[in-house]
């Protein structure tokens, strides 16, 4: 088993920026990869960003490349997520979650959730 726990999200005006956190804990952090994840209100959950086991491989969605930078520290048990150049509609809950084979983008993918942060960009 293992627990996710996100924090840092928050409100930010357009432009701004912040740093998404998530903790694990439980089964060995540095065998899974990681995913961030975000769902607006009345829209399905979407991709964001994942980070292989070692953190030499990234993916992102178009939506977000150039402006967020996922990270790990494995040594921490903790994946972060560098939101910068923020916009309105990247107002959501922000989730992370672990999948024990591969960076991916596809949330069926994904083993274990956390139970979200919410991020909300003011224009």
């Known amino acids: 088993q293992v627990q996710l726990v996100e924090s840092g999200g928050g409100l930010v005006q357009a432009g701004g920026s912040l740093r998404l956190s998530c903790a694990t804990s439980?089964?060995?952090?540095?065998?899974?990869?990681m995913g961030w994840f975000r769902q607006a209100p009345g829209k399905e959950r979407e991709f964001v960003a994942a980070?292989?086991?070692?953190?030499?491989?990234?993916v992102y969605a178009d939506s977000v490349k150039g402006r967020f930078t996922i990270s790990r520290d494995n040594a921490k048990d903790t994946v972060y997520l560098q939101m910068s150049s923020l916009k309105p509609e990247d107002t959501a809950v922000y989730y992370c979650?672990?999948?024990?084979?591969?960076?991916?983008?596809?949330?069926?993918?994904?083993?274990?959730w956390g139970q979200g942060t919410q991020v909300t960009v003011s224009s």
């Open positions: 979650a672990a999948n024990p084979h591969r960076a991916s983008p596809e949330a069926a993918e994904y083993t274990y």
């Open positions: 980070i292989s086991w070692s953190g030499s491989g990234t």
């Open positions: 439980g089964r060995t952090f540095s065998t899974y990869a």
